[in-house]
């Protein structure tokens, strides 16, 4: 089966710094990297993900890149904002008709003001 | 909201006892996904639907644990004979499968089980 690997497992930064989480993933079939945000006792959300056929996907202060020879892909926050904080899962999808995502364990994210 | 909606939210029950939790997906979503998440671990999957056919069924899912979506609908999932350790948040998510597999998935807000 898929194994995630996701560091770090917390990030501390100041407001207006930049963040970056990174995922690592064992089965080079692999096909969608999507990045979910949990805040406490809330759902994960969908903020961004990536199919194998591009390298690097940006939606306003966030991005996402993939690396699909060394099988990692990478969540990029730019200025963040304290509202920013929150835990970050990494998931994958096998290319498969019969299969669904695989979690990293999160990376809580705090932005100190 | 046309979210996925899940209920009930919270659950305390004794251990022994059987506890079912409702899921109702978005809509026209086609797959219908269970999943378990404990404090400080990422979801983790323990059964799909495709329509009404349960596809595929993680380890995780003991002889204790049922789920069914008989209309293609809504989904229930039942633990039986509760245990301590079953006390988690169980997430609900659904899907628009059209050919392959990369679709976006959408979660509920969880349904949490603390066994006492």
């Known amino acids: 089966g898929e194994n995630v690997e996701q560091h770090p497992s917390t990030l501390s930064v100041q407001e207006g710094d930049s963040a970056v989480i990174k995922c690592t993933y064992s089965?080079?079939?692999?096909?969608?990297f999507p990045w979910y945000k949990q805040e406490l006792g809330k759902r994960p959300q969908l903020i961004i993900d990536?199919?194998?056929?591009?390298g690097e996907k940006k939606d306003q202060r966030i991005a996402v890149t993939l690396n699909k020879t060394a099988k990692h892909f990478s969540l990029h926050i730019t200025e963040t904002q304290p509202e920013d904080s929150a835990v970050y899962f990494c998931?994958?999808?096998?290319?498969?008709?019969?299969?669904?995502?695989?979690f990293g364990k999160g990376t809580m994210l705090l932005v100190s003001p | 909201d046309t979210g996925v909606s899940q209920n009930p939210r919270h659950k305390i029950t004794k251990r022994g006892q059987n506890v079912t939790f409702r899921c109702d997906p978005i809509?026209?979503?086609?797959?219908l996904y269970w999943y378990r998440q404990t404090l400080g671990q990422g979801p983790e999957f323990l059964t799909y639907?495709?329509?009404?056919?349960?596809?595929?069924k993680s380890r995780l899912l003991s002889d204790r644990f049922s789920a069914e979506r008989p209309k293609g609908s809504f989904s229930t999932l039942e633990i039986q004979r509760t245990e301590q350790g079953d006390s988690a948040m169980y997430l609900c998510?659904?899907?628009?499968?059209?050919?392959?597999?990369?679709?976006?998935?959408?979660f509920g807000e969880g349904s949490w089980l603390t066994v006492v």
């Open positions: 998931a994958v999808l096998m290319n498969s008709g019969y299969s669904t995502l695989t």
């Open positions: 998510a659904s899907s628009l499968a059209i050919g392959g597999a990369g679709n976006t998935i959408y």
């Open positions: 990536i199919r194998s056929n591009v």
């Open positions: 089965d080079s079939a692999s096909n969608y």
């Open positions: 639907f495709q329509n009404e056919a349960q596809l595929e």
């Open positions: 809509s026209e979503h086609n797959r």
